[in-house]
């Protein structure tokens, strides 16, 4: 036991100390592109998935896109066979593996196999604020403008709420977009196709006036007119949206402060 402990200990010690190029061996590993597995988009029109089917056209990368055209429940039921546990688009087949979460999917893509491509440089000051937006389009954008809107459907307020809402959730995206011409910053990045999903449905389910947002509205005319969104449409929601959710009437919404 004792010989054990003095042969293990000293390797044990080793193994915690930091090796001289840790940093430089991180930063390579993360630059080097792997070769992209087969990949099959589970998809529903004109929803969350047409963010992968948009990154893999910027990317001019080969996918799959799988759905039943105008069929949502269709598409579906081909989501659930695959993924019966949480039948969400997107569902994405990466080699045998699933993925779901569209800004997972987004990174694992991105950092595995386009390691220069659509995100900042991780030491650029726009870095930071690329990651804010990657997260707030889900965590907070999402999920504040889909509890306001089925709140409001129920009881439309009688004045601003002085926590946080859509209305100021949105503003702050806005204030963002009057100074950076991209939510990654100076350049288009994948946050841009992060963000453009739920604020064209909170523009959508009125529950917001879209009128009140001029830079918002001028970046999404000009991130729609690229290629890839283009191509992105072409594909993927040819119809456009089918079962758009309905609108709140403006009289739902709270009055201004
Ligand atoms: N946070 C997830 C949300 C996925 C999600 O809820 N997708 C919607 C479509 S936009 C869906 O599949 N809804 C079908 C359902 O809830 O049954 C993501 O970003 O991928």
Redesign the pocket.
């Known amino acids: 036991m004792r010989v054990c402990a003095i042969f293990v200990l000293p390797l044990f010690f080793l193994a915690c100390q930091p090796s001289g190029n840790s940093d430089a061996d991180a930063v390579s590993v993360n630059r080097v592109a792997t070769p992209l597995p087969p990949i099959t988009i589970y998809h ?1 029109e004109a ?3 047409e ?1 992968i089917v948009w990154l893999m056209e910027e990317l001019g990368f080969p996918y799959e896109l799988k759905f039943v055209r105008g069929n949502l429940g269709a598409s ?1 039921m081909q ?1 659930r066979e695959v993924n019966p546990g949480n ?5 994405v087949m990466y080699g045998d593996e699933i993925l ?6 987004i990174d694992v893509i991105l950092n595995r196999h386009a390691p220069d491509r659509l995100q900042p440089e991780i030491n650029s000051p726009d870095y930071p604020w690329h990651q804010i937006w990657m997260h707030y ?2 965590g907070s954008l ?1 999920s504040r403008m889909g509890t306001d809107y089925r709140v409001w459907q129920l009881q439309p307020p009688e004045q601003r709420s002085p926590l946080r809402d859509i209305q100021g959730t949105v503003q702050y995206a806005e204030d963002f977009l009057g100074k950076h011409p991209y939510f990654g910053g100076t350049e288009f990045s994948a946050a841009d196709i ?1 963000m453009h ?1 739920p604020m064209g ?1 909170t523009f959508l389910i009125n529950v917001v006036d879209r009128n009140q947002f001029p830079n918002i509205n001028e970046w999404m005319a000009r991130v729609e007119a690229r290629p890839a969104y283009q191509r992105m449409a072409a594909v993927s929601k040819p119809d456009g949206m089918p079962s758009p959710p309905v609108p709140l009437p403006d009289s739902a919404r709270p009055p201004a402060r």
């Open positions: 529903l929803r969350r998935s963010r579906l989501i039948p969400v688009a997107p569902t779901v979460e569209s800004g997972a999917i389009a889900e999402a992060m999903f449905y």
